[in-house]
């Protein structure tokens, strides 16, 4: 976790600083289903869910403003994906 200060500051899962081969400065939030409200997962969304979700996008919006380059993984994907997958996240996100 590092602790990130935009006007929504907060600790992001994981913080890949700039370096050769990664020309941004990249997050990478890995979403629970339940808590950051997947729809997929979640027919009915609570208030909290929905909240939840809006929080996500202002910070994502905030990150990309920065000049950090934010990949969102959601848990029914993570448990899925292969090492493969998520190294060519990584290059084409």
Do not use: A
Request: glycine content about 4%; some cysteine.
């Amino acid at each position: 976790h590092k602790y990130i200060n935009i006007e929504h500051s907060y600790q992001c899962d994981f913080f890949i600083p700039s370096q050769i081969g990664i020309i941004q400065k990249t997050i990478i939030e890995t979403d629970g289903c339940y808590w950051h409200g997947c729809l997929i997962c979640n027919k009915n969304l609570s208030e909290l869910q929905k909240e939840q979700i809006k929080k996500d996008e202002i910070r994502t919006k905030e990150l990309q403003e920065k000049g950090f380059r934010v990949i969102r993984l959601r848990e029914h994907d993570i448990k899925k994906m292969s090492l493969e997958c998520f190294n060519n996240k990584l290059r084409c996100f």
